[in-house]
């Protein structure tokens, strides 16, 4: 199965560049095997139906992790045993095709299968060509990473978890020849502006769009908006407009940075500024794909696949420093301690509480730390006063968790409810690096409250180039301009589901 040269292999190395597999007689004869054996038991094909996940029955070896995944931490039961004894299969439900389920694509599965039978649709392949064939500079490339990949990436390549390694990230992707590295934490601080000044409006009846529907929902999770969409529509007007941080990012990209660079001067048309997202999370694939989004982003690169992008470039993780003279390019780079804590569960509404305290008081927050929305419990609450009014706010991660809360209601008892479908949020995502160590996530968790604890502004409100981009580009939080590029909207695809 392995050699002594295994991964330090030239040759394997070569192999997977360009997806060869095997002899190519021997692939050949084990390709037609394969198609008869799928002739005669349709359920070892393949699936390819979901936009972000792989399933490969014939690699299967019945451990049965991902239905107890998908069942017990998810409770979406979208994975089962058909059969037993010698003849067991995992498959879906009535042997469906994975985008014909209640699948969140939130890639749980993908994390958990010991063997790559179920795994992330690779991209890094597209990732290599497009860079690859970029020597002549006719494409912008731009990429941007998620706050929590800084702190699981270094996992790859033997540190322990929670290593912050973010100017280490940083130079990696320059060394795989990125033109612009951005960071998506800038457009974590711009969600809380944006979703901030939402709830507000809400709060006080007097929202823009006439949705004044409480509690409000976030939506930068595309598991939960998945889940939403699927299994609980009516649900559809508590979620915020917003777009994602990914989401944004995107917008901004192709539409901001095209002109603030002045691309077109140095003769670029706006298509050739090609966008990859490097993330945590499985459901950004299939994010990025939905039609109000579709364009904005380009790739999306799993933490694992930035590992595997990094190997095929040679780079050297161990040699890379932490230069504190390397940074994120301008103007979609500079960040604030609220956006780095995006990662955990409870920082999306830690740092909208900061934000919104500060925006409806017009006073100095007098304690910055939220201490009640934080930790791996399932279900989180609190209590903060708002001038005269006692805002409840609840934050819950986990599949399980979530439906749970949705379904016996206790959502009605809250304003304004933080939702992550991934246990611990982004630092548990699917496309987070495999870890046997039990005390992962809250190694990853404390490294997000290191950085942000480290940084000189602890709010979104505070980041001057978030100020820089309203006054030059978008005008007001949730004005018209920022409701065109920053604000989406939900369909009821709760029909689409014939496999429950």
């Not at 399933?55 to 059969?83: A, W, Y």
């Not at 749970?404 to 008892?413: G, T």
Request: with cysteine; hydrophobic share 35%.
């Amino acid at each position: 199965m392995t050699c002594q040269a295994n991964k330090r292999c030239e040759l394997q190395n070569l192999c997977y560049r360009y997806n060869v597999d095997d002899d190519p007689m021997d692939a050949l004869y084990e390709s037609h095997i394969k198609a008869k054996m799928q002739r005669m038991y349709p359920e070892l094909a393949t699936d390819i139906s979901s936009n972000a996940i792989t399933f490969e029955p014939d690699k299967c070896i019945l451990c049965q992790r991902c239905v107890r995944t998908c069942s017990e931490l998810q409770g979406m039961h979208v994975l089962g045993n058909k059969l037993r004894g010698g003849q067991m299969k995992i498959s879906t439900f009535g042997g469906m095709s994975l985008d014909s389920t209640t699948c969140l694509q939130c890639g749980q599965c993908t994390l958990h299968c010991p063997v790559g039978a179920i795994h992330e649709k690779d991209s890094v392949h597209d990732v290599m060509d497009l860079l690859d064939s970029n020597c002549d500079k006719h494409k912008v490339i731009c990429v941007s990473t998620a706050p929590a990949t800084r702190v699981s990436i270094s996992e790859e390549f033997g540190y322990d978890p929670g290593t912050i390694s973010t100017e280490q990230m940083i130079s990696a992707l320059r060394a795989c020849g990125f033109d612009y590295v951005f960071d998506t934490n800038f457009t974590a601080d711009l969600t809380i502006v944006e979703e901030g000044t939402e709830f507000i409006h809400r709060l006080n009846g007097n929202a823009l769009d006439d949705n004044n529907t409480l509690p409000m929902f976030t939506s930068c999770c595309p598991g939960w908006i998945n889940m939403v969409e699927k299994l609980y529509p009516q649900l559809i007007p508590h979620i915020s407009s917003c777009k994602s941080p990914q989401g944004m990012m995107g917008s901004l990209i192709k539409n901001y940075i095209y002109t603030k660079h002045k691309l077109d001067e140095k003769g670029y048309a706006p298509e050739d500024i090609i966008n990859v997202s490097i993330m945590p999370c499985v459901a950004k694939k299939d994010e990025m794909l939905r039609p109000a989004l579709a364009g904005d982003v380009d790739y999306v690169l799993t933490v694992r696949e930035f590992a595997r992008l990094c190997r095929n470039y040679g780079v050297r993780w161990h040699s890379l420093k932490a230069d504190k003279s390397v940074h994120f390019d301008s103007v979609l780079g500079e960040s604030t301690g609220a956006a780095v804590i995006f990662g955990a569960s409870g920082g999306v509404m830690e740092a909208a509480l900061r934000t919104a305290y500060e925006l409806v008081m017009k006073e100095t927050l007098p304690q910055i730390d939220f201490f009640d929305v934080r930790g791996m419990k399932g279900v989180k609450d609190a209590t903060v006063m708002l001038g005269d009014i006692a805002l409840k706010v609840a934050v819950v991660h986990g599949g399980s968790n979530i439906r749970n809360f949705i379904e016996s209601k206790k959502y009605l008892d809250y304003h304004f409810v933080e939702i992550m479908a991934c246990k611990g949020g982004c630092i548990g995502g699917g496309g987070q690096p495999k870890s046997l160590d039990p005390d992962v996530l809250m190694k990853r968790i404390r490294s997000i409250y290191t950085i942000d604890e480290q940084l000189a502004l602890r709010k979104s409100h505070e980041n001057e180039e978030v100020k820089q981009l309203y006054a030059d580009f978008l005008g007001e939080p949730n004005g018209h301009k920022a409701h065109e590029l920053l604000h989406t909207h939900y369909s009821d695809r709760s029909h689409t589901v014939t496999g429950r």
